[in-house]
């Protein structure tokens, strides 16, 4: 004898799909999600993912924005001496004493690039998004947004809470808790893998 278990799907007034427990789900295809928020969504990402990328390769051969040539990594520059060097705050200690440290340097720059290229291609975004998330709270201790000086001189900080860290930070949150409308065509293929099924930490 076999016993057949059905699924109860309700939907409110707005057409929402909930199941019996009443817990709304999401889409698994952008198809079925608000348009223009599926453009948010994977415009997000993607920017997010392309300014991760960017700092990797600018860093890595000195492209001439942040950094110039003669300071790439791959010329014997170091990615984190100059940055942590200047490092404000509470933390300044601990940031200057292990600024240009070699396992620092490798740590941080396989960072921007999985974190880059989780958010670019839309494959593991949840753990792209949760180390992209951790790497600007240590920035943001880094700068320190609150002081209004550093070193003596005009931090140039203009809020003293919210900058561009905050602002990546809650972006990268949005984009963990909603990949299921925003991780593209390469997400959805890595989404149907069995193990990545089992494992939504994965998606």
Same mark, same amino acid.
């Given at each position: 004898?076999?016993?057949?278990?059905?699924?109860?799907?309700?939907?409110?007034?707005?057409?929402?799909?909930?199941?019996?427990?009443? =817990?709304? /789900?999401?889409?698994?295809?952008?198809?079925?999600?608000?348009?223009? @928020? $599926?453009? +948010?969504?994977?415009? !997000?990402? #993607?920017?997010?993912?392309?300014?991760?990328?960017?700092?990797?390769?600018?860093?890595?051969?000195?492209?001439?924005?942040?950094?110039?040539?003669?300071?790439?990594?791959?010329?014997?520059?170091?990615?984190?001496?100059?940055?942590?060097?200047?490092?404000?705050?509470?933390?300044?200690?601990?940031?200057?004493?292990?600024?240009?440290?070699?396992?620092?340097?490798?740590?941080?720059?396989?960072?921007?690039?999985? =974190?880059? /290229?989780?958010?670019?291609?839309?494959?593991?975004?949840?753990?792209? @998004? $949760?180390? +992209?998330?951790?790497? !600007?709270? #240590?920035?943001?201790?880094?700068?320190?947004?609150?002081?209004?000086?550093?070193?003596?001189?005009?931090?140039?900080?203009?809020?003293?809470?919210?900058?561009?860290?905050?602002?990546?930070?809650?972006?990268?949150?949005?984009?963990?808790?909603?990949?299921?409308?925003?991780?593209?065509?390469?997400?959805?293929?890595?989404?149907?893998?069995?193990?990545?099924?089992?494992?939504?930490?994965?998606?």
């Amino acid at each position: 004898m076999s016993v057949t278990i059905e699924r109860v799907i309700h939907r409110d007034v707005a057409g929402e799909a909930y199941d019996a427990q009443s =817990v709304p /789900l999401l889409p698994s295809k952008p198809e079925g999600a608000p348009r223009w @928020a $599926v453009i +948010g969504l994977v415009g !997000l990402r #993607l920017a997010i993912g392309f300014e991760f990328l960017w700092a990797f390769f600018d860093k890595t051969f000195g492209l001439g924005y942040a950094t110039p040539t003669a300071h790439a990594w791959i010329n014997g520059g170091s990615p984190t001496k100059g940055f942590l060097s200047g490092a404000i705050g509470p933390l300044q200690g601990v940031y200057n004493s292990i600024a240009g440290a070699p396992v620092v340097d490798w740590l941080f720059m396989l960072g921007l690039l999985g =974190v880059g /290229l989780a958010l670019v291609l839309g494959v593991a975004v949840r753990a792209g @998004a $949760v180390s +992209g998330a951790l790497m !600007l709270a #240590l920035m943001y201790l880094a700068v320190w947004v609150p002081s209004t000086t550093a070193g003596g001189q005009p931090s140039g900080s203009t809020n003293p809470i919210v900058d561009e860290h905050i602002v990546g930070i809650f972006g990268l949150i949005v984009i963990a808790a909603l990949v299921n409308w925003g991780g593209g065509y390469l997400g959805r293929k890595w989404a149907s893998l069995p193990v990545v099924k089992r494992n939504a930490w994965l998606r």
